[in-house]
């Protein structure tokens, strides 16, 4: 083991800090608990083990396991299986970067800050918006605060969303919203995309923003083509949440008239990590940028002419006084952020046009073999990017035990967030799956019985 997991504490070092610190014993520490409140007895808990003993146990522990590296993952909906080149984990695993702390001081944080301002600037680049900040959570709180953002500078509280945005954003924008006075209503499907027709008619000047997924939660590229003016005319804010590896093939948000973007940054080179930590994306154009929250690094030059960054726009006592703030998301996110960096500098504009068309191809390739199946249709006619919904003949639940049993992630079961699509799955195809990968898949569901 190396010496940063090593933490020894002897009998002996136990006397010695409990001398410096006045202390006959351990149980002295804790006198000013009740003695009610403080437990009493041995802990129900195995005996201890050697140092040996305990890492094999934790190692069948986790061969128990099915994740990435022993399964081939068609799982989506959110966190994908996409290849994170070495180089990223070499960055990250600096300490001066795992180890530091919001720069609010930058004169001692001159590389963390300037990490942000790029990270900025190439998601700029990627949604066509002006600003970009750093420090969401993740994709479900980054939309959340775009939407908030809205209301803000709209001085209006309903919002729209598609329901073909992802259930687990949805369920976030409610959570927030019912504790901020703000409205949230569901605009319906059509064709497992947005009903255009039905949002026309739902969109009123007293709508803050329009919230839409760009490809949608089925894997659909949606039309957008019109939708900004529609809702410009009534004053609304056009919120867009986007998958950044499908801007290297698809519209920036910019070009067809977004006026704020989030997005999921799982994919620029971050673990899955069963769910979490994410990156939450955040960009908009410049007129909004006094509504946003997260942290904001800006460029600018010391009292000498050199080129040094700064926190900007935003003071410490926003992150403290947060009944004050425009947002009480607090913590900083850079670390992934610095990730998502790497790995966009490392893949540059060909590499991530790259990535996309393979996912693009991949999927369709996918789908073309899925659903020529018996027993394995299509739900929604379109154009997928990464994931496709299918409709299956037996239970996704049955069928993903199946696979699971060949070593492989099946796709998710969509009727839990969609009742109207029971025996429905969504199977999400990255640019690391392989033909024979997408065969075998294949092969399994024909012969799943």
């Excluded at 940054?265 to 673990?271: D, K, R």
Aim: hydrophobic share 40%; glycine share 10%; aromatic share 8%.
């Amino acid at each position: 083991m190396g010496g940063k997991h090593y933490l020894p504490l002897t009998d002996e070092e136990r006397s010695e800090m409990l001398a410096v610190i006045g202390a006959g014993s351990v149980d002295e520490l804790f006198v000013d608990i009740p003695a009610g409140l403080r437990f009493e007895g041995d802990l129900d808990l195995p005996s201890a083990m050697s140092e040996p003993e305990v890492l094999k146990h934790l190692q069948l522990l986790a061969a128990n396991n099915r994740h990435f590296q022993n399964c081939v993952s068609f799982l989506g909906a959110g966190i994908y299986d996409h290849y994170i080149p070495s180089l990223v984990s070499h960055v990250t695993g600096r300490s001066e970067f795992y180890t530091a702390y919001t720069p609010y001081q930058p004169e001692v944080s001159q590389g963390t800050l300037q990490a942000i301002f790029e990270y900025q600037t190439m998601i700029c680049q990627l949604t066509g918006m002006d600003v970009a900040n750093a420090s969401m959570y993740d994709g479900g709180t980054a939309l959340t605060e775009g939407a908030i953002m809205g209301c803000g500078a709209t001085r209006r509280s309903r919002v729209l969303v598609s329901r073909s945005v992802s259930p687990f954003y949805r369920a976030v924008m409610s959570n927030y919203f019912n504790s901020r006075g703000l409205t949230l209503e569901e605009i319906p499907l059509r064709d497992g995309c947005t009903d255009r027709k039905i949002l026309a008619e739902m969109i009123g000047d007293d709508v803050a923003t329009v919230v839409l997924q760009q490809p949608n939660f089925f894997g659909m590229v949606e039309n957008m083509n019109g939708l900004a003016d529609l809702i410009h005319q009534h004053k609304a804010v056009f919120l867009v949440s986007a998958d950044p590896i499908s801007l290297g093939l698809l519209q920036t948000p910019a070009e067809y008239g977004a006026d704020i973007v989030a997005g999921e940054g799982q994919c620029l080179g971050v673990p899955a990590y069963y769910g979490g930590p994410a990156l939450g994306i955040l960009a908009s154009r410049e007129k909004f940028v006094r509504q946003m929250p997260g942290r904001i690094a800006g460029e600018t030059v010391d009292s000498e002419g050199n080129r040094g960054f700064a926190l900007t726009l935003q003071t410490r006592e926003q992150h403290i006084r947060r009944e004050k703030a425009a947002s009480n998301i607090c913590s900083n996110e850079a670390l992934l952020a610095l990730a998502a960096s790497v790995y966009l500098s490392a893949m540059g504009p060909q590499g991530i046009r790259e990535v996309a068309e393979q996912c693009l191809r991949k999927t369709n390739y996918a789908r073309e073999k899925v659903t020529a199946i018996e027993g394995f249709e299509l739900v929604f006619p379109g154009i997928y990017f990464k994931e496709f919904a299918v409709k299956v003949p037996a239970s996704p639940e049955e069928l993903n035990l199946h696979l699971l049993n060949k070593n492989i992630l099946g796709g998710v079961d969509i009727s839990q967030f969609y009742p109207e699509f029971d025996r429905t799955m969504l199977i999400a195809v990255t640019e690391k799956r392989s033909r024979e990968e997408i065969d075998t898949l294949a092969g399994e569901l024909e012969g799943w019985r």
